[in-house]
RNA sequence: UCGGGGAUCGUCUAAUGGCAGGACCGCAGACUCUGAAUCUGCUCAUCUAGGUUCGAAUCCUAGUCCCCGAACCA
């Protein structure tokens, strides 16, 4: 059973289902396969379908294919492969947005007759010129106007082949001045003579994305269209397209897909965008796209990356809206902490140096029983002899006081073996070749009678029986954490992200079934790499390394920049802003007064009313407020106390609604502002009330009996429900008498739920510090 | 310049007016036939300034910073 980790999108799922907006939840994976998937893209397959797995729903696999000239089966495969290897299913057949292209030509059809497109003959050029841009308003085309009639024939002579490509586009009339450049008569058709992966050559002309997807998504019946947050403008236009159209029975959609956008990953040392990827394997920098250096599923998987720490990753991570740049480390702590527990141990050593036991039989060899992991049954026999293979850096000449390792004169033990001592140096030219040293006969199994602690504990192979093996060890492909934040990202990639070290590994080893997780002591996780290793030629890739708490002590010396802000800066807002600067709300609102002599004379009015300048302010915004407020001081005559609830409370409550559009009159607000005033309710109970009022409206006195919100004066009641939270709180009393004092605003939020709000806080405060004193 | 988003430990992410929590990283210790794993403990955060409230990360006001948007790409 998997636990359901709460974000955002769960909690709009969940009140979709509540509201009954939804009766079930179904989403999609919509990839363009125009390239491989990535790590990206794992979170975003975990996040969709996670969510249809969670709620018992469905998710949909679907090629996102509207462009023919980038997209090709191959790729087809290639996601289809990682997103079952990832371990999820798709419902039914993989979906084609190429499959609703007949659906999507008869509802632009529609949309024509509507008058809600046309057929514009701008070229690229004119089209962009004409958009506009942030700070200017478009120009409609001279096509705009064209007839219902016309469009239609042109629009079929599109589909017939009767232009050549860039001749003409269908576009949505919209408006050519909106402020979401999106919205400006975006692009629904262009012209294409290309031959497409699935439906060949009976198209000339494609969809475009924004018309496409809340199609597809409208015709599969998505109720949750899950995105990354560079969609957020494209929403307002899915919405335009889910509004202007209707499913086959001429119907509005339902359910009607809503979309909704969370961050994508951004993940240190590396690169994501599909560009970039690509641009590394058509470039031959990295050896494609399965390079176990990529952030490709395929790679990761080639690397020996597991689903089961891919999925995990994406748990932890988690999702949200926050522009992020997840630190690598995490997902490299979740590979460890998988392939910990999955791995058996062997050695290895990547780097060998010759140890010769002097004391050793010659021409004898012991075999050595060793558990493949510690405390499970499975054993492998380990050959042992005169010569042994040990790593170059485990042996110093001059080690540091805190080495556990050899060095001459110093015992160690081999791991399951036996102790071993280092006598002497045998070197060339000056340089260390190999040790000379004796072995602890009595020391079998690497246990000793005398209690005798060694140095360290080794790994190492026998040298007469070791076997040759490539060793491909991998490291960030990039050395800064952000290659593509400025420039050119290619300058930034880390030469040293693949090393092949030639090594000698134990014989049991190549008894391990294929695509076995093996733990090289000390070493690393590796993987027998599925591609190029060979029976007489082992290849093995290292995963990841084992976390190393020793060799990067006293300095780190992985160059991770910490990220920490520096010590409190200087204010850079201190000094006065100088008058040319852009216009603020503040003086927004003055140029509105002055030029409307009604707000400027309410402004006035309410700063005699004894209201401060910024209240006064606020409330002479707009004439509708102007309004609503004086109608509200009619009702209840105190200025102060409706400024405070109007611009604090009702403000927040709107949520931006036209005043008009609530539930809610002046005159209504200002009886219940009296209400509180009057100590009818409290402004606890005021707060809930305020706001059914403005969600649903009605009379507030009516309401208080209604809802149960009447102010409480009877003491009595208040002692009750005080001893009664406090006697179900033992363990908070005595925190709070041991000094938390945080706990009382604990206790008042306890006992004015039980009294749902209507008794003053004033008075349950201090009935229970009477009560907690004692 | 306009529109849309966002801001909580170094990192990722919770807390939906009531004890700022978890995880990664880091540090310290215990244990250890892997300087691993495991176990224990610790360090560390609400962008700023005002306001409302008994009580604000959360509501209001003003500001600051960051991201996205002007392909016949998705």
Redesign the pocket.
Known sequence: MTIRR???LT?IIDADLAAGRVTRVATRF?P?PNGYLHVGHAKSICLNFGLARDYAGTCNLRM?D??PV?EDVDYVLSIQKDVRWLGFEWAGDVRFASDYFEQMYAAAERLIECGDAYVDH???EE??QN??????PGVDSLFRTRSVAENLILFRAMRSGAFV?????LRAKIDMSH????MRDP?LY???HAHHHRTGDTWCM?????Y??PLEDAVEGITHSICT???????ELYDWVLDHTRNADGEPWNPRPRQY?F?RLGLGYTVMSKRKLLQLVEEKRVNGWDDPRMPTIAGLRRRGVTPEALRDFAD????????????I??LE?CV??DL?KRAP?AMAVLQPLSLQLTNWPLGHTDLLTIPW??GESATRQVPFGREILIERDDFSEDPPA????LSVGKEV?L???YFVRCDEVVREDGEVIGLRGTVDLDTR???TKDGRQPA????WVDATHALDCELRLYDRLFTVEQPDADGDFLPHMNPDALQVLQGQMEPAAAELPAGTHV?L??VGYFFSDPVDSEPSKPVWNRVIG??????K?PG?TDG?P????EAPEAR??LPG?DAT??K????W?AERRASTPELAAAHGRYCALGLDA?AAD?LSEEVAIVAFFDQALRAHPNPLSLS?WF???L??LR?GRPLGEISLDGATFGHFVALVDGSRIT??AG?QLLAHLVANGGDPVALIAAMGLGKVDDNSAIFAAVDAVLASMPG?VT?FRAG?Q?????F???V??QLRGSAD??AV?QSLLERLKE
């Open positions: 709460a974000n955002f909690d919509p363009e996102d509207t462009n980038k701008q070229n690229v089209i962009r958009r506009g841009d942030f700070g200017r490509d860039g001749t003409c586009v402020p979401n450049l999106l692009l262009r012209i294409r494609y969809p475009m994305y924004d496409a997807h947050l560079e969609f957020e403008s494209n929403r956008e961050a932890l991570i988690g999702v949200a809206k926050n522009n992020s740049l997840v630190d480390g995490k702590f460890r902490q910990e141990r992991k510690s805190d080495w556990k390792r033990r791991f399951g073996a199994g690497g246990e360290g504990t080794l790994h733990q002591m000390r084992l976390r190393d708490t020793w060799t002590a780190r991770r910490d990220r920490r802000k850079k807002d802003k600067q852009k603020n709300r503040v003086e609102r910024d606020l405070r611009l604090n409370d403000e927040g949520k402004v606890q707060k908070e925190r938390d945080k706990l009382l605003g604990v008042i939020g306890a004015l739920k806080a004033g405060r």
